[in-house]
């Protein structure tokens, strides 16, 4: 929780309640007999988690029985820490057990996905597809895959809008054992290098655009500009969705002798529907998605099959009472391009045999009601989004959510950041008419789905909580040197033992892998414990609550950036000599991003400047990590060994009056002329 939102409780502006389950709660859909869910007390949740603990392999074993296997496993965990393999020498399939399985049981006329495009023009555009369309596209994309060279283990990049094809192109990737690496379509051309360069991905799929609050966001113009920066590319796939103007490449830029660019449309036309799924190992990788740290390059977390896919069957079953044949419509908000989408729009979602619903554009596009018009449309049950879209909806009112039926709205969640108790009472009153329990899910892409979290109607929420741990996850709050912490102490969050969904590694770089996750924090053997990054307290029910990162990565609008890499941006530009980036209070974004710049001569501090730098960092990562304030400045606060004393800035930034301990700063005259530097 930020300060600003701390101060919610305790001005006194919102009470810190209790909110107790509510005892005839069901999660079936309008019209479906209600069903009972899944953990129906807090005494069944005790007992489930006391044995999680104690006997995880027979835990974790029994739930992955409920999924699909070509091959059974010999153990379920392999621990040797860091490192764990879940379900040794096991062989399935994720694609498989999403599509195939329920074809098999009889459900293949069953809604898989039901999609919505933006525009709006003549009423939106809606699409449903059923296992059986769903397994006839992922079999003909899988075999496109094949006929461009992409073999078991190659990773294939994705770059693309909020449409099927995306979920068909992963699904496709799963099929055939070649790992995907997504990249969020708001990311800049030169996002897209990196991350093609650091996995020699050799085929990109994309699309000439996506649509985004009317605009067309040119996806395919950023590919090919990331393409003059990298020559690993032979293939690129292109989704025609905009009909946008796009310039089309015959030749790749390796003169590998390919015909480069390739509409989707053309390739689908020839290829077989005939695919079987690949039996994979259980420990064979399933995507690298990268994410942000404290350096500045961005991470590639690696997750495998097995683990991954019963982690985050188990934790969207049980988190968000999921059932087949109760009338269920499960919508997340987020996109595919970050692990909430993969794991909580794809993977974790479809084996449970769910419709799961995909949206396109903005949710205020063409009007503020956007969200709340497709979920009395499409009869939602499920709803989950983050705390920064819920502070968006309270400024643009309440008329909004109130214009539609949000009758069939069951259960509400929250993901990505500490919501704000304020944010969480409106979201429960406005859209929950106080029937829905909230699930404050806390995780993060490396531990592939919910770590902390409520169980719905099960356990009692308090705003701004996320609760308690899922089954499996031994978490604690610790001081620096592995020692517990007594109740509502502040301390580091740490995991004790592996689980399923634990990353595996980053690609490339087994020494930042230890050296992130795996070294800051031991018990007194030296085990080392999981370090997430955040610090967190617990209360004296045992209730966590995320205090945010103790590292330099900040959490803007719940996506994940390190102070580092807009500093590198920044510093990129001719004008800056020296940058300095803090995260600083912001009621919409719940952190914004302060940047505090000194110039090189003869550059002029002036507003025309301020926009070019936005417009910069922009470009070099992307419009999530524009600052929101620049601060122009002669010199940077040191201390006496150089380093630049962040936490002044953050109060500088934060409006404080009296900025904290400042006796190891070298030069008293800096701080003074930077309280004076505008905004
Ligand atoms: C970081 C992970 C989890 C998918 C989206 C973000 C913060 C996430 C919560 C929550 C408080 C949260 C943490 C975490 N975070 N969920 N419910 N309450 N903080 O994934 O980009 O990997 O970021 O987001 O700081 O470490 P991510």
Redesign the pocket.
Known sequence: MTDAHRSDIESGLIENRTFAPSANWTSAGPGAEPVTPHIASMEQYREMYERSLSDPEGFWGDAAKELHWFAPWTKVLEWSAPDAKWFVGGKTNLSYNCIDRHIESGHGDDVAIIWEGEPMDGGPEIKRLTYRDLHTEVCKFANVLKSLGVKKGDVVTIYMPMVPELAIAVLACARIGAPHSVIFGGFSANAITDRVVDANSKVLITADGGWRRGSIVPLKENVDAACTQCDTLDHVVVVQRCGANIAWHHEPSNAHGKKRDHWWHDLMQAASADCPAEPMDAEDPLFVLY?SGTTGKPKGIMHTTGGYMVYTYLTSKYVFDLHPDANQVYWCTADIG???GHSYIVYGVMPNRVPTLMYEGAPNHPTPDRFWSIVERHKVTQFYTAPTAIRAFMKWGDNHPRKHNLQSLRLLG??????NPEAWMWYHRIIGHEKCPIV???????TAGHMITPLPAVTSTKPGS?TLPFFGVDAAIVSEDGVEQPNNTGGLLAIRKPWPGMLRGILGDRERFIETYWSRIKDASGEPYYF???GARRDADGFFW?M??VDDVI?VS???LGTMEVESALVSHEAVVEAAVVGMPHEIKGTGIAAFVTLGPGFDADEDLRTKLREHVGKEIGAIAKPDQIRFTDALPKTRSGKIMRRLLRDIAAGVEKVGDTTTLEDYTVLAKIRESKE
């Open positions: 994410t970050w692990i909430t929250t993901v990505g950041e500490p919501i404050d899910t806390w995780w993060q892409t490396e996320c997430p990054g955040d995320i945010g990162r959490n719940g996506h994940r």
